[in-house]
């Protein structure tokens, strides 16, 4: 089952199913390369081995066209070409013999070798029956064949002139005869033909009769002569024609049965290689170009086969990871809220699957523990309980107690009557504060008022100082005004000097004038000078108005300030007379309750110790509790079990701290503790701050637990 | 020991140099002025301040306290302008003078005044007519005409005086007092 294998195995599975993939294409790939590759070896050896056919055919043909010509020609430079040829193409044969491998065509060209020597020593007999023929030829036919004619001419001759008709008759028929045969003989030389050899026969025979004719007529001693020569001559050359006929039909003969059989046997040998080649490569071809296009066909599917596999791998194997794992992320979130009825499915047996049995298995042991502190919570409520009915057995002796504090009261009378002087001193004290506050309400106004006028003189001053500062401007005037006149009189006392007698008495008036100049020159000057000095002490005067103005008005605010502490001092000693009263009557009642409160002080010893007792297992409750809970490593985020079991573990504590307290006031305290934890609850709910609030007399209840401080 | 040539009371004029007080015969004063800007002349003596217009015409004006070695006259509200006339041989020459104030017109009898010592005076006697006595205060009575050489008014007034009655500069310092 592909669920109970674990994660690293199916992530080696997966790339291990592609690394396969991979190595089969690269496997097929590899195979195809190399097949191709040896295909293609194949076919260019085979190419290499037709070339080297057609080559060798080639040469072949060349060497027969050379043998051909020879015949023709018989010259030297056709038989040295058919060297060269036949040569080239012997070692194009021994190149073949070394290259061609198939033992089928090896066969072939074995026999092509063969078939070449024999070829050759079949031309080569040829060229000697050609030097043979030729010999013959020349040597003794064409040599005796006119040496005949050259008698018989002259035997004719001869004759003629010793009037023998006969013997010139019969010698000119024999000539006729000789001459046919020589004919036949150049014919037969041309076509080789047998018909020419007979009529050669035939004529030499016919001449032998004529010449037997002759033998019989001719008398004459040199004619005879001359005819036994014609008759040596004639059975020479009847023999040599005969082994020349022989000669020429033997090489007919072998170019006939050899070398035109040979030749195309040689041909045909070799066409049948190349051809043999040529089906072989027609097969091969085509076989290739096929094995290639499987190979890339291959290849390519084998290639999508691979990418579609691997993609269907990392598919699957994601999900089958990431499935369990946000099922399993899932179920803790919901353990983290809290919720331990969370279930968690998976069945698989994979690295997911062990952590969530594990987180399964924390979820039931979370579950336990739960109920564990649950039941110990339960006994905690059940122990208050007791603890509430011991508390109220402590209620009911502090009552018993309140009868008691009536004992109190007489101590509480005389406290009244000391506290009605009291009330009648703060009395008269308040009529003093408020005498204070009127005056004070006085200064205040009388302040504010001096406040004003200040800042009305700095005004004063103010101007007072612009005004003397024009004063003095207009001062300047008159002083060169002074000044302009004393140049004048100067002047007008130079002139008058200058007019000699004439202009003494000008000269009087002008220094007069001069002299009342200078005077109010001087005058000017110092009027200039004190106004600039009272200008200084007017701005000095200002200066300490305008800082007075701040000092008067924070006076008023001060006598403001303490016309209200007054009047706050007046209230508080109304406050405080009122409060003497009350206390009177407090200290009477206290008084009276004091008596009671002694007497049932010693019930309520005895209940404290039945309490104490009861915290004591109340305390080591809760001990287990705690031991439960610490397994659990309680985070602040598991709030809802963490309050469960904290609640109970507050009261046990208040219990163990103050246990011989009054259990009203336990009463009191642990509902509070509860409203602090956020529960409801709280409708009657009553804030008690105890001995701060002079609120003491409301209630009996609470008047008695505050004795029972005191009594402690 | 009056001053030879005194003889009848004359009247001064007096004015202040420094803390000095100096007096000129009333006679060579043609009027005193306020203190006036002063047009510079280009390439003039270091005494003379430059050129005014009195009137019309125009008047040099020289630094007596420069001409008297002291420092140069800082103008202030008294700072005055003194128009004299100045014989130069048979010429009559207008020129301005700055004084740090002008003080009064007083009459001098001869026996009020003294010839100048000889010896112990910052000043060169030939300039000095004589020293007035007013009220325990001394008064330097100036020889104006003596005090500017003729080269000097020339160069003042532009050279329209002839040379030739002229004395040169070093006779004008060095005359025997007459």
Redesign the interface.
């Known amino acids: 089952m592909l669920k109970d294998i674990s994660i690293g195995k199916k992530l080696f599975g997966g790339f291990l199913v592609v690394l396969a993939l991979l190595v089969i294409v690269g496997a097929v790939a590899y195979t195809s390369l190399g097949n191709a590759s040896k295909g293609f070896t194949e076919y260019r050896e085979m190419a290499r081995d037709a070339n080297l056919a057609g080559r060798l055919q080639a040469n072949m043909l060349m060497v027969r066209m050379n043998v051909k010509d020879f015949l023709i020609t018989g010259s030297e430079k056709d038989k040295q070409q058919y060297r060269d040829y036949y040569k080239r193409m012997s070692g194009f044969l021994g190149e073949s013999q070394k290259e061609i491998q198939d033992p089928e065509r090896a066969k072939k060209i074995d026999f092509v070798d063969d078939q070449v020597g024999e070829y050759d020593t079949a031309f080569k007999k040829v060229m000697d029956y050609r030097t043979q023929r030729d010999d013959y030829v020349n040597n003794t036919l064409n040599v005796k064949g006119p040496l005949m004619e050259n008698t018989l001419t002259d035997i004719m001759v001869s004759a003629y002139a010793d009037k023998d008709p006969t013997a010139a008759y019969y010698a000119g028929l024999s000539m006729k005869h000789l001459l046919l045969a020589r004919l036949y003989m150049a014919k037969f030389l041309d076509t080789n033909d047998r018909k020419a050899v007979d009529r050669v026969h035939e004529e030499f025979e016919k001449m032998q009769k004529q010449l037997e004719i002759l033998d019989k007529e001719v008398e004459n001693p040199r004619r005879r002569e001359m005819l036994g020569t014609v008759v040596d001559a004639k059975a020479l050359y009847l023999s040599t024609f005969d082994s020349l006929a022989e000669l020429i039909f033997n090489r007919n003969d072998i170019i006939t049965n050899t070398l035109d059989r040979i030749g195309p046997e040689i041909a045909k040998a070799t066409e049948d290689v190349k051809l043999d080649i040529k089906s072989v490569q027609d097969t091969l071809g085509p076989k290739l170009q096929a094995a290639n296009t499987r190979s890339v066909t291959i290849v390519m599917t084998v290639v999508i086969v691979a990418i579609f596999a691997g993609i269907c791998l990392a598919f699957f194997l994601t999900r089958g990871i990431t499935n369990p794992i946000s099922k399993g992320v899932d179920f803790a979130q919901t353990i983290s809220k809290g919720d331990l009825t969370a279930t968690i499915d998976l069945d698989q047996k994979d690295e997911v699957g062990i952590l969530a049995d594990a987180l399964k298995n924390m979820a039931t042991r979370l579950r336990d523990v739960v109920g564990n502190v649950r039941e110990s919570s339960d006994n905690v409520k059940s122990m208050s309980e007791n603890v509430k009915d011991a508390a109220e057995n402590v209620s009911s002796t502090s009552e018993e107690m309140s009868a008691s504090a009536e004992q109190m009261s007489q101590g509480a009378t005389e406290q009244a009557a000391s506290s009605e002087e009291a009330s009648s001193s703060i009395e008269e004290m308040s009529a003093n504060i408020k005498q204070n506050a009127d005056n004070a309400l006085q200064t205040e106004k009388i302040a504010l008022q001096a406040a004003q006028d200040a800042q009305e003189g700095g005004k004063a001053v103010n101007e007072t100082v612009s005004a003397m500062k024009e004063i003095a401007d207009k001062i300047s005037i008159i002083e060169e005004i002074a000044r302009q006149t004393n140049l004048l009189a100067l002047n007008a006392a130079i002139e008058a000097a200058r007019a000699g007698d004439a202009g003494k008495g000008f000269a009087v008036v002008a220094s007069e004038v001069r002299k009342l100049a200078e005077r109010s020159q001087n005058a000017a000057a110092e009027i200039n000078q004190l106004s600039s000095s009272s200008v200084d002490i007017a701005e000095r005067a200002g200066n300490l108005l305008t800082k007075m103005v701040p000092d008067i008005q924070k006076t008023a605010e001060l006598v403001q300030e303490i016309s209200a502490a007054c009047n706050e001092q007046n209230a508080g000693a109304n406050q405080i007379s009122t409060a003497i009263q009350q206390l009177d009557q407090i200290a009477q009642q206290n008084a009276s309750a004091a008596e009671e409160m002694s007497s049932s002080s010693e019930n309520m010893s005895t209940s404290a110790v039945q309490m104490s007792s009861s915290a004591n297992e109340m305390t080591s409750q809760a001990e287990s509790l705690q031991d439960a809970i610490s397994f659990f490593r309680l985070d602040e985020s598991s709030s809802i079990t963490a309050a469960g079991a904290s609640r109970p573990m507050i009261k046990t504590k208040r219990v163990v701290v103050s246990g011989a307290r009054s259990g009203l006031k336990q009463k009191h305290r642990a509902p509070k503790a509860l409203a602090d934890t956020g529960n409801g609850n709280s409708a009657d709910q009553t804030p008690v701050d105890s001995g701060v609030n002079l609120d003491m007399s409301t209630s009996s209840d609470r008047k008695i637990s505050d004795d029972d401080f005191t009594a402690y | 020991m009056a001053v030879a040539d005194i003889t009848e009371v004359r009247?001064y004029?007096t004015f202040r140099l420094e803390e000095e007080v100096f007096a000129i015969d009333?006679?060579k004063?043609?009027?005193?002025l306020?203190y006036i800007d002063i047009t510079k002349v280009p390439q003039a003596p270091d005494f003379m301040r430059g050129i005014i217009n009195v009137r019309g015409s125009v008047v040099p004006i020289v630094d007596m306290r420069l001409k008297f070695g002291m420092s140069r006259t800082e103008k202030t509200?008294?700072t005055?302008i003194i128009v004299m006339e100045i014989e130069v041989g048979d010429d009559v020459t207008t020129i301005g003078a700055l004084a740090d104030a002008?003080k009064?017109?007083v009459d001098l009898r001869p026996d009020e005044i003294e010839p100048a010592p000889r010896i112990g005076s910052k000043w060169k006697t030939e300039f000095i007519k004589g020293i007035g006595k007013r009220q325990d205060e001394f008064v330097i009575i100036l020889a104006i005409d003596r005090i500017f050489s003729t080269n000097e008014i020339m160069a003042l007034t532009g050279g329209e005086t002839s040379v030739a009655h002229a004395p040169a500069p070093e006779e004008a310092l060095h005359a025997p007092q007459a």
């Open positions: 009247q004029l009333v006679i004063v043609r009027e005193v306020d509200v008294n005055c002008v009064e017109v």
